[in-house]
């Protein structure tokens, strides 16, 4: 198992550009699992120590690019159980809160994702 991705390893050389550094979403993926079990103060003291993470607002960034496509966003529940695998029960408690959706029977095709949901 490797420990760094590839684009975590440049950003390590002396004659790198750090702020110039290009992040796979595999790389961002695993950042936002470090910053969501380890809380931001310990994702921020990983980065303070030089470790080759992406600056918090690439992470906000990358996350607001995020399609949403009907049915269950399997990505995003699996962050979400790893942010709580390192909560409190008190701190598990939540409301989901949905702006501006219309539920309505119907089937819907995606020809792109080759996906079809009926609601």
């Given at each position: 198992m490797k420990f760094l991705n590839e684009d975590q390893i440049r950003p390590l050389s002396r004659d790198s550009n750090k702020r110039s550094a290009t992040w796979s979403p595999q790389t961002v993926k695993q950042a936002l699992q470090?910053?969501?079990s380890c809380?931001?103060?310990g994702?921020?003291?990983l980065r303070k120590l030089r470790y080759p993470l992406p600056a918090n607002r690439t992470l906000a960034r990358r996350?607001?690019?995020l399609k949403f496509l009907p049915g269950i966003f399997t990505d995003m529940?699996?962050?979400l159980k790893t942010k709580a695998e390192g909560m409190q029960d008190i701190e598990k408690d939540c409301v989901?809160?949905?702006n501006g959706?219309?539920?309505s029977q119907g089937y819907e095709l995606n020809r792109k994702a080759r996906t079809s949901?009926?609601?």
């Open positions: 470090i910053k969501f809380r931001t103060s994702y921020e003291t996350l607001q690019g529940v699996d962050l989901l809160l949905l959706m219309e539920i949901y009926a609601t």
